[in-house]
C-alpha cells in the first residue's frame, strides 16, 4: 500500500516538472522582452536541474523524457508554442535531448551527497552538458541541415553568451532553491525516503 501511495507521489512531482518545464519554455509569451537576437531566454535549463536536483535521476529524467515526448507527437510545448515531430530538425531540438541528460546527471551527482555545495556543482555540471550538447548540435543543425550560409563554430558559441550567464546564474538559485525545498516541504513527504 505505502508503495502505490509513493508511486501516485512521484507521478504527481513528476507532473508537475513536466508542466513547468512547458512553462518555462514559453516564458517570453508573458514577457516577450526576455529575447536576444530573436531567441527567446527560456526556464528549461533551470527545471532541468531541478528536477534532477529534487526528483533524483530516474525520475527526474523521465519528467524532462516526456515533456519531450509530448513536445514531438504535437503538444505546444516547446519554446515559441511549438510541438510536433518537425521539431527533430530544429537548430534548438540538441537543448531539447540535452535536457534529459542534464535531469540524470544533475541528480546522479546530487545522490552522491545532499548539501548545497553538491548541489551547486551538480548545477554547474548540468550547464556544462546543456551548453556541450546543445551548442554543439545548433551548429551541426545550422551547417547540415537548416540551410542557408550556415554559422561559425565559434560564432555559434559566441551567440549563446547571454543564455549561458543567465543559466549559470540560475544554475545556483536552483541549487538553493532545491536545498530550502527539502528542508520544509519535501521533509515532510516521502520523496526523500524513496530515494
Do not use: C, H
Not at 34 to 63: H, K, N
Not at 68 to 81: Q, T
Amino acid at each position: 500500500m505505502k508503495t502505490s501511495r509513493l508511486s501516485a507521489y512521484d507521478m504527481t512531482l513528476g507532473s508537475l516538472f513536466v508542466a513547468l518545464m512547458a512553462i518555462g519554455a514559453n516564458i517570453t509569451a508573458f514577457m516577450p522582452f526576455l529575447q536576444v537576437m530573436g531567441v527567446p531566454l527560456t526556464l528549461q535549463t533551470f527545471f532541468a536541474i531541478l528536477a534532477g536536483l529534487v526528483l533524483g535521476s530516474r525520475l527526474g529524467s523521465f519528467s524532462v523524457l516526456v515533456y519531450a515526448l509530448l513536445g514531438l507527437v504535437g503538444a505546444p510545448i516547446f519554446a515559441g508554442f511549438k510541438g510536433g515531430i518537425s521539431t527533430l530538425i530544429s537548430p534548438t531540438f540538441g537543448f531539447i535531448l540535452s535536457f534529459i541528460v542534464v535531469a540524470y546527471a544533475v541528480g546522479k551527482i546530487a545522490e552522491s551527497k545532499r548539501n548545497l555545495p553538491t548541489y551547486i556543482t551538480a548545477a554547474l555540471v548540468g550547464i556544462v552538458l546543456n551548453y556541450f550538447i546543445g551548442v554543439n548540435l545548433f551548429y551541426l543543425a545550422m551547417n547540415f541541415w537548416v540551410g542557408g550560409d550556415g554559422i561559425g563554430f565559434i560564432l555559434a558559441w559566441s551567440s549563446m553568451v547571454p543564455f549561458l550567464i543567465k543559466d549559470i546564474g540560475l544554475a545556483i538559485v536552483s541549487a538553493f532553491f532545491a536545498i530550502r525545498l527539502e528542508k520544509t516541504l519535501l521533509q515532510r513527504t516521502p520523496l526523500r525516503q524513496a530515494a
